[in-house]
């Protein structure tokens, strides 16, 4: 048994006022969330979560994963980046060409993601949350192929992409170039252990895929922290 993807987090400066911003782009419903912090809960066929737990860190380089919203028209797309800039988003320039059809923003907290046009075939099939867009190599999206037990959808050119078979967003690595790592990602998987399986064991398995131990300051806590083959760190939880 492979574990699940129960959350992608952030970490945040104003981990509410974030949370309430990411609820009003994409619908989402805030819940409580026992490991602290803030989360949301999709509303459509994501199979996971956002959280954003506290850090006094700031940004200080781009993310390593960002979210790609789709469009069914322009009218659309308009309308989305237009609630975005009002619930806090502004433009920003990651060196996109004029003739793009895509619009680059960021949140209150400088997190990037892309409100794309209408048309795009690779995500015909997905949600409004269209994909979670990595800066990764290929041998890391064939990792958490084998790591979340995902199948494979695009291996290309060293470009790599996984998805759920239940659907939801798919998982995307534009392969090399890859730009070099500053520090701790501020957005982290948190994986959750399968039924039966103990953190250790899923620690063992994930380990001979590629992973690494890593201490971020994490100190005596009843989960793991590894990083992935690109250095990514990730967290292992136990069972719930």
């Known amino acids: 048994m492979t574990p699940r993807l129960h959350a992608l987090c952030f970490d945040a400066n104003d981990p509410q006022s974030l949370a309430g911003f990411w609820a009003g782009v994409l619908g989402w419903q805030p819940v409580d969330d026992r490991s602290g912090g803030n989360a949301l809960v999709p509303t459509d066929d994501t199979g996971f979560r956002l959280r954003f737990v506290p850090s006094q860190a700031r940004k200080d380089s781009p993310n390593q994963i960002h979210f ?62 269209g994909a979670l867009s990595c800066d990764g190599s290929q041998a890391v999206g064939y990792f958490w192929s084998e790591a979340l037990g995902w199948p494979l959808v695009w291996d290309q050119d060293q470009e790599t992409a996984i998805r759920s078979p239940h659907g939801g967003p798919k998982v995307t690595w ?32 994930l380990m001979a895929l590629g992973a690494a131990r890593v201490d971020i300051g994490q100190g005596d806590v009843g989960w793991a922290v590894l990083a992935d083959p690109d250095g990514n760190e990730f967290c292992v939880r136990p069972p719930r």
């Open 174 to 205: 534009g392969g090399p170039p890859v730009a070099p790592k500053h520090g701790k990602n501020r957005l982290h998987f948190d994986l959750v252990a399968a039924e039966g399986t103990d953190v250790e064991s899923e620690v063992d398995r």
């Open 68 to 129: 790609d919203l789709t469009s069914t028209s322009p009218d659309g797309q308009q309308e989305t980046v237009s609630r975005a800039l009002g619930l806090g988003a502004r433009h920003i320039d990651v060196g996109q060409r004029p003739e793009e059809g895509h619009v680059v923003l960021a949140d209150p907290e400088g997190n990037e993601f892309c409100v794309l046009e209408p048309g795009n075939e690779f995500l015909a099939d997905c949600g409004f949350l």
